[in-house]
């Protein structure tokens, strides 16, 4: 995900983020979508499991 | 952080206690990088395609909204496409478009290359993760 915020002046930014949704929607809308480019726009937590998620910033 | 190094290493795990699954909603953030409009900044990732969010109200975006596309040329609301890895002087505009990393790849990336500093600042994830 990509967000683009240019205000013209100083405070512009450009962020960036590895996610398991691909946009600022709510949760409805996100599991109605399904899935985007064949990669699944939500995900879940079985229960009683654990996942991870790993990264590095350098 | 290990000694020596300029690397942080990030590593998360949620755990669910229910008896029922639970839906993830998990995004890894980097701190924005903030520039002004005379320092240009170069974006790069392995992405392949891309799509524009859905419009919502008070959306002042650039792109065509809900309009998927082809990294790094993005639709243009007015026609015409715009190169996504450089960011523009003196524009005011808010978009978000959500790319694939190359399914192919190992480990997917960004970076974020500051010339007038000589700095480059990247955020690197195994494209096929735990979540799946």
Redesign the interface.
Known sequence: ?????????????????????????S?RE??DAHE?????T????????????????? | MVDGENVVYVNTEVENLLAIDHPISWPSMPPPDRHSSRRQTIIDLPATKCRVRPQKAGSTGRLMYGKDFVWPMGPLAKGGAVNLTTVPANETSLDLASCIIDPARTYGYVTALRPDKHMIFAMCSAVKSSLG
């Open positions: 995900m990509s967000w683009m915020n240019y205000s013209g002046d100083a405070r512009a930014a450009r962020g960036f983020e590895f996610s398991t949704q691909p946009f600022d929607v949760h996100t599991v985007m480019f064949g990669t699944p939500y995900n879940g937590c079985p229960p009683r499991q654990s996942s991870t998620l790993a990264f590095v910033v350098l």
